[in-house]
């Protein structure tokens, strides 16, 4: 696979720059030559929604996804029904900014039974996709590596986001491709083509695995600082028939720490030679 020839498809999440404030993320990310964004909802507290997307996509920035709906199952049917209504308001949120797309951390509760939570995970989903069709908005199950089956998703393959896109059987859902969580599966390969001719594959999430990792959440890499093959993953993805962008989603508090402008900069030589 050769480099990327240009930044047409380099997408950034406003987590990855966590520091700044959206209308800052914008400016800076349209000044380096980014031309898409994934909004994080904590950014837009306080915010009219509308005018914000309005602002991103006056910067030249295709607003990509909105991050993040899911966390579905719950002990109570209380409990169910409370993180419905979240995604409810998740929904009004992108039609808002003009994103065409949820990412969904589809949730796990410990000690219940991943199987249970899985169930009431595609029964959660199901109920919203009256208002993913009125509001013409997408959602995409992001499969958690396993690490994070305890407590944040108990979909933690590709394998089995494809079996619910299949059993799901609708154009408003598909899966977030993310290597973080996705890299080590020997099905790998076999998933991603799975989900192309699925067409479900609706987003691809770049950075890199560090080793050692010291923080579970907190500690992702740069793309380069770590061990995922980067350039044979894009080229399954690609092969599958994915056109859209390449999203760069970083937590890191050692990122985090830095001046954010030399940050960037880092990123997109990133992107350039290893995406
Ligand atoms: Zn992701």
Known sequence: MSPLPDLSRLCIHTITTKPWAIETSAQKFAAAGVKGITVWRDTLAGRDIKQTGQLLRDHGLSVVSLCRGGFFPGKTATERTKALDDNRLAIAEAHALGAPLIVLVCGAVPGQPLTESRKQIQDGITALLPDCQAAGVKLAIEPLHPMY????????????????????????????????????????????????????????????????????LNDRGLMGEGCIPLRQIRAWVEAAGFKGFNEVEIFSTRLWAMDQDDYLKKIVQAYKDHV
């Open 149 to 216: 089956a305890d407590s944040r998703s108990a979909v933690n393959t590709l394998g089995q986001a494809n079996d619910m896109v299949e059993a799901l059987k609708s154009p408003y859902v598909g899966v977030a491709a993310d290597v973080y969580h996705l890299w080590w599966d020997p099905a790998l390969e076999a998933e991603i083509a799975r989900c192309g001719r699925l067409k479900a594959l609706f987003a691809y999430h770049v950075c890199d695995w560090r080793t050692p990792t010291i923080d579970l």
